[in-house]
């Protein structure tokens, strides 16, 4: 079980208080300056970064204060390097998906921010 | 130059007293390790079942035999020798039913097609209802089921304790038993016998099979397929066929697309061997548990996802002995039993809890992917329907239903109710 502290509560608590809510730092398709079609509703609805290494997510405490919060986890250790405030800048920057630099640039494959 | 066919002998009661006189020292390799080619018709990535499955229905029903299966492990060490085994093809929806159902006529003859004992034991499978929600949905299932030709029954609280006498009805109190759909036909299969089956059958038809090889990347020229990069070099490729279970999106992001896809893990684990006790499979959707018994003797059962993202192949603790919670109070005469083993393997699981089979933005580029909690009961059939995607090189009528355009389209096909694991 991860022990997650909660920037809110400012206490380390077990993870059976938090439920998972994905990725972090998703802006609708309009506020990204993008068109609202099928194709980025589907993109912003469905489809997650999924990284391998450290990724942004949210959390909430769920049986705690209930606030949504942000956390910045290694995925395949699932150490969690920090955990801030919604609003806040992330402190540690996301891993590169793995091989990024070898794709093109189809239709702008990129999901959210 | 192409990969060329080696005859295999016979599995039969004679070759094993053949053998018996020699000690068993001289039985044949089952599958070469070849170095790759410069470059293949087809290469499929993942040499787990689905894979596997792919690459001998295209040799075999589409005549591509000049194909190389790329493992970064070794055979059977994925998500195929980390399930509970267990095969069902009760799925609520037309398109899921007509995939799992054709899985599961290929199961009915598969030992002797890949003359390989697959242990296929028809034991049936239970699907429990614990509340009267519960019992709507399952009896909502079993219509549909039937309706596809299915065998569905569905068994009320009396039914299930005649097929499972081992069973607490009450529950402990907490998961009341008040019916369950019975899919006489469900069963098990001995999970890493069908990758060694299928991948002694592509060796014999010449598929070259190539383990401890990772892809790195893919070399795309004009958004049209040329090769694979790997840590045994580059591997050139007319098309390529990506059957990856718990990497899916790592790939696709090599490739330049992203997929609807989240990667968890998702655990199992054995108990001590005991006398056999359970000749079925029960399964609770509501409580993250499924047991059944392995030839061996262990209870193998199943637990639920961890919430979060993980590449790490293990599970918690914590969902392991909710799952351990619930089995006790369904069957009390388990309670003093210890547990020998628990692993975990990662599922990529989709939003509508189906699979992905599709084209992709890549010319010549496809993807089979996104089974969830349960692509092992799949294999046969995922491989066969992908083998036919990739030879014709459009969608058939059984992979048409499961393309990536389903999430923009809007068809999704929820089956989140019949995957049997909570997400």
Same mark, same amino acid.
């Given at each position: 079980?991860?022990?997650i502290?909660?920037?809110y509560?400012?206490?380390?608590?077990?993870e059976?208080?938090?439920?998972?809510a994905?990725?972090?730092?998703k802006?609708r398709?309009?506020?990204?300056?993008?068109?609202?079609d099928?194709?980025?509703?589907a993109r912003?609805?469905?489809?997650?970064?999924?990284?391998?290494?450290?990724?942004?997510?949210r959390?909430?405490?769920?049986?705690?204060?209930r606030?949504?919060?942000?956390?910045?986890?290694?995925?395949?250790?699932?150490?969690i390097?920090?955990?801030?405030?919604?609003?806040?800048?992330?402190?540690?920057p996301?891993?590169?998906?793995?091989?990024e630099?070898?794709?093109f640039?189809?239709?702008?494959a990129?999901g959210?921010? | 130059?192409?990969?060329?066919?080696?005859?295999?002998q016979r599995?039969?009661?004679?070759a094993?007293?053949?053998?018996?006189?020699?000690?068993?020292?001289?039985?044949e390799?089952?599958?070469?390790?070849? %170095?790759?080619l410069?470059?293949?018709?087809?290469?499929?990535?993942g040499?787990?079942?689905?894979?596997?499955?792919?690459?001998?229905?295209l040799?075999?029903?589409?005549g591509?035999?000049?194909?190389?299966?790329?493992?970064?492990g070794w055979?059977?060490?994925?998500?195929t020798?980390r399930?509970?085994?267990?095969?069902?093809?009760?799925?609520?929806w037309?398109?899921s039913?007509?995939?799992?159902e054709?899985?599961?006529?290929l199961?009915?003859?598969?030992?002797q097609?890949?003359?390989?004992?697959?242990?296929?034991?028809?034991?049936g499978v239970?699907?429990?209802?614990h509340n009267?929600?519960?019992?709507?949905d399952?009896?909502?299932?079993?219509n549909?089921?039937?309706?596809n030709?299915?065998?569905?029954?569905?068994?009320?609280?009396?039914?299930?304790?005649?097929?499972?006498?081992?069973?607490?009805l009450r529950?402990?109190g907490?998961?009341?038993?008040?019916?369950?759909?019975?899919?006489?036909?469900?069963?098990?299969?001995?999970?890493?016998?069908?990758?060694?089956?299928?991948?002694?059958?592509?060796?014999?038809?010449?598929?070259?099979?190539?383990q401890?090889?990772?892809?790195?990347?893919?070399?795309? %020229?004009?958004?049209v397929?040329?090769g694979?990069?790997?840590?045994?070099?580059r591997?050139?490729?007319k098309k390529?066929?990506?059957?990856p279970?718990?990497?899916?999106?790592v790939?696709?992001s090599?490739?330049?697309?992203?997929l609807?896809?989240?990667?968890?893990p998702l655990?199992?684990?054995?108990?001590?061997?005991?006398?056999?006790?359970?000749?079925t499979?029960?399964?609770s959707?509501?409580?993250?548990?499924?047991?059944s018994?392995s030839?061996?003797?262990?209870?193998?059962i199943?637990a639920?996802?961890?919430q979060?993202?993980?590449?790490?192949?293990?599970?918690?603790?914590?969902?392991?002995?909710?799952?351990?919670?619930?089995?006790c109070?369904?069957?009390p005469?388990?309670?003093?039993?210890?547990?020998?083993?628990?692993w975990?393997?990662?599922?990529?699981?989709?939003?509508?809890?189906?699979p992905?089979?599709?084209?992709t933005?890549v010319d010549?580029m496809?993807?089979?992917?996104?089974?969830?909690?349960?692509?092992?009961k799949?294999?046969?059939?995922?491989?066969h329907?992908?083998?036919?995607?990739?030879a014709?090189g459009?969608?058939t009528e059984?992979?048409?239903?499961f393309?990536?355009?389903?999430?923009?389209?809007?068809?999704?096909?929820?089956e989140?109710?019949?995957?049997a694991?909570?997400?």
């Open positions: 079980m991860l022990l502290r909660c920037p509560c400012e206490q380390e608590r077990p059976v208080e938090f439920s998972f994905h990725q972090a730092h802006p398709p309009e506020a990204a300056g993008e068109p609202l099928d194709h980025n509703w912003w609805v469905y489809y997650q970064k999924n990284i391998k290494g450290v990724a942004h997510e959390w909430n405490h769920a049986a705690g204060c606030k949504f919060f942000n956390a910045a986890r290694d995925t395949v250790s699932s150490e390097v920090a955990t801030y405030k919604s609003g806040e800048t992330p402190p540690v996301e891993s590169r998906i793995e091989g630099d070898l794709s640039d189809y239709e702008n990129e959210g921010a | 130059m192409v990969a060329q066919p080696a005859k295999k599995f039969n009661a004679l094993l007293f053949r053998n018996a006189l020699s000690y068993h020292q001289n039985w390799q089952q599958w070469r390790s070849p %170095e790759p410069e470059a293949y018709d087809v290469v499929i990535i040499g787990g079942g689905h894979g596997l499955a792919t690459a001998y229905y040799a075999k029903e589409h591509i035999t000049n194909i190389a299966v790329l493992e970064k055979i059977g060490g994925g998500n020798g399930n509970t085994t267990i095969v069902r093809s009760n799925y609520l037309d398109e039913a007509a995939m799992y054709h899985a599961m006529k199961w009915e003859g598969l030992t097609e890949l003359n390989y004992n697959v242990m296929f034991s028809q034991r239970l699907n429990l209802a009267l929600t519960d019992v709507r399952t009896q909502r299932r079993v549909a089921n039937r309706l030709g299915i065998d569905s029954i569905y068994l009320d609280a009396a039914g299930v304790k005649k097929v499972v006498p081992g069973i607490d529950g402990g907490r998961y009341p038993v008040m019916g369950a759909s019975y899919q006489p036909r469900g069963g098990t299969a001995r999970h890493d016998a069908v990758a060694w089956g299928y991948a002694r059958k592509c060796d014999e038809m010449g598929v070259h099979i190539i401890n090889c990772k892809v790195t990347g893919f070399d795309i %020229e004009g958004g397929v040329k694979v990069q790997t840590t045994k070099g591997i050139g490729a390529v066929g990506m059957v279970a718990g990497h899916s999106s790939l696709a090599m490739a330049g697309f992203r609807p896809v989240e990667s968890h655990q199992a684990l054995v108990s001590e061997p005991i006398k056999p006790t359970i000749d499979v029960v399964m959707n509501a409580v993250h548990a499924y047991i018994q030839d061996k003797g262990e209870l193998v199943g639920g996802v961890d979060y993202i993980s590449y790490g192949q293990r599970g918690s603790q914590h969902l392991a002995e909710e799952t351990l919670v619930a089995i109070e369904l069957f005469q388990y309670k003093r039993m210890k547990m020998l083993r628990q975990g393997g990662i599922v990529d699981v989709c939003p509508d809890a189906s992905i089979l599709t084209s933005p010549g496809y993807l089979n992917c996104g089974w969830g909690t349960g692509g092992f799949a294999t046969p059939g995922s491989g329907a992908f083998a036919a995607h990739i014709k459009e969608p059984l992979t048409a239903p393309a990536l355009s389903r999430f923009e389209t809007g068809f999704l096909i929820d989140h109710g019949a995957a694991v909570a997400h």
